[in-house]
């Protein structure tokens, strides 16, 4: 019984460890699904042989609704639809376009959001692990 005690701690301690991981990884993503609310528009583009952004005039717009749906411009035919934040393999938006008869997954990595602009990198045709290496970039810039 002496024994049993000991073990039967040391598994509730286990327990109790995992879930407060669970509980800071919920909290992030509630977080940066907080951080992404709102109206977006697609204003830069960046590459790695480009020593400063390029301004896209007519880009894409998408807003974020809290109940986890979307609307863009974005894909041609597609409306919208729902999105996800992925965090592993790394923090992905999983953007899944839905119209009447077929739906398509788009992923895009979040490199960092701030109150004004969303950087991220296109994660074609999988979502990008953590420390993926990226050649482009865009950024997304807060619209009322």
């Known amino acids: 019984m002496r024994k049993l005690i000991p073990a039967t701690l040391i598994l509730i301690a286990?327990?109790?460890?995992?879930?407060?991981?669970?509980?800071?990884?919920?909290?992030?993503?509630?977080?940066?699904s907080a951080q992404i609310l709102g109206k977006w528009k697609l204003t830069e583009y960046s590459s790695d042989d480009q020593p400063v952004n390029t301004p896209i005039a007519n880009g894409y717009e998408i807003e974020f609704k809290a109940d986890k749906t979307f609307i863009s411009n974005e894909e041609n035919g597609f409306t919208g639809g729902n999105y996800t934040i992925l965090r592993s393999p790394g923090n992905n938006l999983m953007l899944v376009y839905k119209k009447s008869w077929e739906a398509?997954?788009?992923?895009?990595?979040?490199?960092?959001?701030?109150?004004?602009h969303i950087y991220i990198q296109p994660s074609q045709p999988e979502p990008t692990p953590e420390g993926g290496i990226f050649f482009t970039g865009y950024v997304l810039t807060r619209i009322p």
């Open 14 to 32: 286990l327990i109790f460890s995992g879930c407060s991981s669970d509980l800071n990884d919920n909290n992030e993503d509630a977080a940066l």
């Open 104 to 116: 398509k997954s788009v992923y895009k990595y979040i490199n960092s959001v701030d109150t004004q």
